[in-house]
């Protein structure tokens, strides 16, 4: 890229062959007709990366891929977008991971991956951290995503960015080895916004309520939670202040998938642009609200003035 990077972003990048919709019948079939089956780019850091650039800001992308057909999609993608490729590792000896999603009708999803894939295989010895040299904010897509990148490598990662004066967001995902809280304590406590959704926090604390969840996760160190809870919208909650942002009321869910990764986004760029954390809530839900309605983790957002229409008509119908 010709301009320096103002967020880099660390995680998975891979492809997803969307199917959509289906039913508990499709094991069931020897054939089985679907609406739409969409194969396209996915991967929590990929997905945020896509919608940054999307909204006008400039990423860097740590991730890893092979050398063959999907890497080369993931690859093309980058260039079509403008997403600084400079520290995506391309290793002929890994797969380029590939997430089957089956789309029930309500949305939600079921995902099938391949172990032997850059999601299960990506690890510390392909990430430079020379990479976390400029930017405001570093991005960890989500924990527990990518196996391997394990406590003391967030850790390190987290070390590094903080004596750098960025800000540090992170995500997450369920743990896919057993891995629990005391894996990744000493990590948490260096995050300034961290975005997970009630099942998974509640998982990592053994807390329920929403109230109670965000505090332990205050009580570790993190400076601002964002708790996403579906339909109600997101819990912001910090030392200071504590408040529910409405999700955008209209939209039609089609495919969940990625819609935390474009929460994710909408937030970051909220904060690169100086807005308080209620704006960054309410940009953030506008952008989980456009993904949602349709197929595919980065097909809903796809341009600035979408999520500023769509920004404009949420405000208009929650009163703020």
Known sequence: MDRACEIVILGAAITDLQIYPVSKSVVDVASYPAEQMVWTVGGDTLNEATILTRLGHRVRMISCIGDDAPGAM????????????????????????????????????????????????????????SAVSEGKILSFASIFNNPLLDGPFLLELFRTAAAREMTICADMVAPKRGETLEDVREALALVDYFFPNYEEAARLTGETGI??????????????????????????????????????????????????????????????????????????????????????????????????????????????
């Open 74 to 129: 993931i690859l093309e993608h980058c260039r079509e977008n403008h997403i600084d490729t400079a520290f995506l590792n391309r290793d002929p000896t890994k797969t380029t991971a590939i997430n089957v999603g089956l789309i029930w009708k309500d949305g939600e999803r079921t995902f099938l991956n391949n172990r032997s894939g850059s999601l299960w295989t990506f690890s510390p010895e392909d990430v430079d951290l």
């Open 211 to 320: 109230d109670a969840i965000a505090d332990a996760l205050l009580d570790l160190g993190v400076k601002n939670v964002l708790l996403k809870i579906g339909r109600q919208g997101c819990l912001v909650k910090n030392r200071q202040r504590r408040l529910i942002v409405p999700a955008y009321p209209d939209a039609r869910c089609v495919d969940t998938t990625g819609a935390g990764d474009n929460f994710a986004s909408g937030f970051i760029c909220g904060l690169l642009e100086g807005l308080t954390l209620e704006e960054c809530a309410q940009l953030a839900n506008c952008a989980a609200s456009l993904a949602i309605e349709a197929v595919g983790a980065t097909q809903g957002v796809q341009s600035r003035k979408q999520v500023e229409a769509r920004l404009a008509d949420y405000l208009q119908k929650t009163n703020k």
